[in-house]
């Protein structure tokens, strides 16, 4: 039987494997094509588009209303702040001023979803470097915040809460006490993370000194959220372009200047401290008035283009439309963070083990659907 | 820097530059595909701009044209320009591809090649992102029809 390739590209040791689309550390369908010499990765190429659906085709034809609901079906783990980011872009077009109350509690249910993102990011990180154990303590904290969406919005993924003009409804009465008790429960949660796999000596081993991104890099490659920031760019959109209620809440952007593995996995952890940070200043001032202004049924955008962009829990996402002054959007453009993010992951993987490359992948928190839109 | 600033600024380096603030938040520049990698390459590389962070790439359709729309920012000065291409050639579009100067465009180019069938000169893998190689036609342009897969109204 023949044995060896006759025809090849490749030289007599390097090699090619196929990682996904059905692997459990690409979190997704995501396949990899793996260019390897023995286990040292010599080129990483992402192949893409196995659950595109076409959102911005889709949103070409739907009313301003309707596409809000399209975007949480993108980045199904920060969908909240999907949803807001249109909803800002059609109201700053439409030059609606929004009650206090809805920017607060708008801000309040970001970082909700931004701490619940992490708590799921934390569990599978642990587990895609074989700690089983995280991914209990990951879900159930995550799990309470669920519950509070479920209570509030009527869903626990597709929140669906946020519409043009304001939310969708008033908050649920028990709001602010279960979000006082899940951030006291979660308080004391919290410091077990550290204990339980930041401090760990395996773990650190496995992440240190491993994916390294410069700055230079990272934001030449368009990397934002807590991957830039691992990497000592200052890219927090909450801090540069302040929307919604940031503008008036303390916190500190999260940095690190190693810019690897590890780096960013700690970058995660402080900002779950500063989300409670951030809700604490606010669950306590939810100011009285109105959930939403009125907005026409058939909302038309003026003639013009409009860019918005928010710190989803992955990182910057643009929303961009160009308004012919028609119902509908005439080009709608996500600039989502996943896909940048994702486009450094041969620069951070080559010369690296396979090992490695499971390592760097879990900290760029990918989501497939943020990607394939 | 302010718009005007920039405005009489980059006006100074290519002459047939077309400048706009109607309609937009941010300053935008029209170039002719000639000059489009040269005037990328300085914006970059001039100390006063220096746009280092490109965070929008994006293909528009805007017929009978096809154009390109980068959405530029400088990290150190904290300023943002939007820089248009554009070109009436539907068969065959064409434009220098930006990824020597900066590494995200590599893919955002790739993306707009499967969508919008622009091609971009001396990009190392210009190939479909997305879709199937066998794929006809380029989906997000206005023109594109699909009677299976696309619900019309």
């Known amino acids: 039987m023949e044995t060896t390739l006759v025809k090849s590209n490749f030289k007599s040791e390097e090699y090619f494997i196929n990682m996904g689309p059905q692997h459990p550390a690409t979190h997704g369908v995501l396949r990899l094509l793996l260019t390897i010499d023995g286990e040292i990765i010599k080129k990483v190429e992402p192949d893409l588009g196995y659950i595109h659906r076409s959102i911005e085709k889709m949103c070409e034809r739907d009313s301003y209303q309707q596409i809000v609901h399209l975007t949480d079906r993108m980045d199904y783990l920060s969908s909240h ?198 809700i604490e200043q606010l669950i306590d001032n939810i100011p009285e008035g109105e959930h939403k202004v009125a907005t026409n049924a058939v909302i038309k955008l003026p003639k013009g283009e409009y860019y918005q962009k928010v710190e989803t829990a992955r990182g910057e996402l643009g929303v961009y439309i160009i308004s012919i002054g028609t119902k509908n959007p005439y080009r709608l453009k996500f600039r989502s963070p996943g896909f940048s993010n994702l486009s450094l992951l041969n620069h951070i993987a080559v010369g690296g083990k396979i090992g490695d490359l499971v390592a760097s992948m879990a900290t760029l928190d990918l989501v497939i659907p943020d990607i394939d839109r | 820097m302010t718009n005007e600033a920039l405005q009489n600024l980059i006006n100074s380096w290519i002459t047939d530059l077309e400048f706009s603030e109607e309609e937009s938040q941010f300053l935008n520049i029209t170039v002719t595909p000639e000059h489009l990698h040269q005037l990328m390459s300085d914006l970059k590389s001039n100390k006063e701009t220096s746009f280092d962070y490109l965070f929008c790439l994006s293909g528009v359709d805007w017929q009978p044209e096809l154009g390109v729309v980068y959405h530029l920012e400088s990290t150190t000065h904290r300023h943002s320009i939007v820089v248009k291409v554009k070109t009436a050639d539907r068969e065959n579009p064409v434009f220098d591809s930006v990824c020597d100067i900066w590494k995200t465009a590599e893919f955002h180019e790739r993306e707009v090649y499967d969508f919008f069938g622009i091609k971009f000169n001396n990009h190392p893998n210009l190939k479909r992102l997305f879709l199937t190689d066998e794929w006809e036609g380029f989906p997000l342009r206005k023109d594109y029809e699909d009677e299976i897969n696309m619900v019309i109204k």
Request: net charge negative; proline share 3%.
């Open chain 1, 81 to 278: 702040i999907n949803n807001e980011a249109v909803c800002l872009t059609v109201e700053n077009a439409l030059q609606l001023e929004l009650p206090d109350r809805v920017k607060v509690i708008r801000t309040i249910l970001s970082e909700l979803t931004r701490i619940a993102s992490h708590c799921l990011w934390w569990g599978v990180m642990g587990m895609d470097v074989g700690a089983l154990t995280t991914y209990f303590y990951g879900f159930r904290d995550r799990e309470m915040i669920n519950d509070i969406f479920e209570e509030t919005c009527g869903a626990r993924l597709t929140m669906n809460y946020n519409i043009p003009g304001g939310l969708m409804f008033d908050i649920h009465p028990n709001f602010v006490q279960r979000t006082k008790d899940f951030i006291a429960h979660f308080k004391t949660k919290l410091p077990e993370y550290d204990t339980l796999l930041t401090g760990n000596v395996i773990f650190q081993k496995r992440t240190k000194g491993v994916g390294v991104l410069s700055k230079e890099d990272a934001i030449s490659f368009g990397a934002s959220g807590p991957v830039g920031r691992g990497s000592g760019y200052s890219c927090d959109v909450r801090k540069h372009h302040p929307y919604s209620a940031y503008d008036r809440v303390t916190f500190n952007e999260a940095l690190k200047t190693e810019g690897d593995t590890f780096a960013r996995y700690q970058v995660r952890i402080q900002e779950m401290w500063e989300a409670m940070s951030i």
